[in-house]
């Protein structure tokens, strides 16, 4: 079993900063590939970022996130980051990190149904 934890997120400005934090628990974290989701009121859940096992990063293609997101992993502390530069509006959602079912298991990264553990989100505001 793994236990995600996401923390700092906020009420902001738009064009202020946030760095969200992911601590996972209950079993080894170096081998999980963990991803980032967001959810907008009334919208679907829709990717952001992952990383994997192997520190490979990936990105929604979305413009919305291209180029202003950053992902990168501690194993040491078992923890899985996203930055967030330049917020705007449409960043407003509950983010959600996640990890699937097992170790260096090879999903495919970008979508939600290969994840097994979810964290229980947290909330970013971000005010124009």
């Known amino acids: 079993q793994v236990q995600l934890v996401e923390s700092g997120g906020g009420f902001v400005q738009a064009g202020d900063s946030l760095r969200l934090s992911c601590v996972a628990s209950?079993?080894?974290?170096?081998?999980?590939?963990m991803g980032w989701f967001r959810q907008a009121p009334g919208k679907e859940r829709e990717f952001v970022a992952a990383?994997?096992?192997?520190?490979?990063?990936?990105?929604s293609d979305s413009d919305s996130v291209k180029g202003r997101f950053t992902i990168s992993r501690d194993n040491a502390k078992n923890t899985v980051y996203l930055q967030m530069n330049t917020l705007n509006p449409e960043d407003t959602a509950v983010y959600y990190c996640a990890a699937p079912e097992r170790r260096y298991y090879t999903i495919d990264l970008m979508q939600d149904s290969s994840y097994y553990y979810w964290g229980q989100g947290t909330q970013v505001t971000v005010s124009s």
């Open positions: 209950g079993r080894t974290f170096e081998g999980y590939s």
């Open positions: 990383i994997s096992f192997t520190t490979n990063t990936y990105y």
